[in-house]
């Protein structure tokens, strides 16, 4: 248990639905972000906030909009993704944004997504 | 551009020692991290490393050269327990996180 959670673990969808991740994280952290894991590919940083506010949009497709409606909760909402989003997202938080030292990254389980 | 070199997979026998290598290219370095992911997981904090030299913790010790932009994540005693995938992360001039591919680590009785 690392103190971040993320529902669903599991989703399958088709390419047009509409639905939402969503992320809560108890450590008290200002920091969250959403990553995307593609087997044997790095983890890809898609959208970081500190304080509630998006500070980073890695040139993200707007089929995937966050929303942070406070420091403790994060959502990403899908709209007409295509096949190749199917990936594990995961969330993630730390305590500062820009922490030195052993502020590092907090991660939830992830959502396996399988967009068909 | 930045980059994170790691094995994509190991193969080592229960009980025995295995070094996993990370070699990295990125502007700045403000300090080089490991979490531990298995299957279906979250990825775990494991080591952080910001100077030189080896940082011992139980089983698990990390070492860092900046000189040479290389770490390695050394296992001892191998259990069937540390079959998992193994993430080098380092953080760069601008306090980003930028991740390796991992190495799937696959343990043998």
């Known amino acids: 248990e690392t103190g971040v959670t993320q529902t669903p673990r599991h989703l399958v969808m088709g390419m047009t639905n509409k639905k939402s991740l969503k992320c809560e994280q108890h450590?008290?952290?200002?920091?969250m972000y959403w990553y995307k894991q593609s087997a044997k590919k790095p983890l890809e940083l898609m959208f970081v906030?500190?304080?509630?506010?998006?500070?980073e949009n890695n040139s993200v497709p707007s089929r995937f909009s966050p929303e942070c409606p406070n420091s403790s909760h994060l959502f990403l909402h899908l709209h007409t993704l295509q096949p190749e989003d199917s990936a594990l997202y995961l969330c993630a938080s730390s305590q500062e944004l820009a922490g030195g030292g052993t502020d590092t990254q907090y991660f939830g389980p992830g959502t396996r997504l399988t967009v068909l | 551009g930045q980059n994170i070199d790691q094995p994509t997979e190991m193969t080592a026998t229960e009980g025995a020692i295995v070094q996993i290598n990370c070699t990295y290219q990125t502007s700045g370095f403000n300090g080089l991290f490991w979490y531990q992911q298995h299957a279906g997981e979250a990825p775990t904090f494991l080591s952080y490393n910001v100077l030189d030299g080896l940082e011992e913790k139980g089983r698990f010790s990390s070492f860092l050269s900046r000189s040479k932009g290389y770490s390695y994540l050394l296992l001892k005693e191998l259990q069937m327990k540390d079959s998992a995938s193994y993430l080098c992360?380092?953080?760069?001039?601008?306090?980003?996180?930028?991740w390796g591919a991992g190495t799937k680590l696959i343990i043998k009785p």
């Open positions: 450590l008290g952290h200002n920091a």
């Open positions: 906030y500190n304080f509630k506010e998006q500070t």
């Open positions: 992360a380092v953080r760069d001039s601008n306090y980003q996180l930028i």
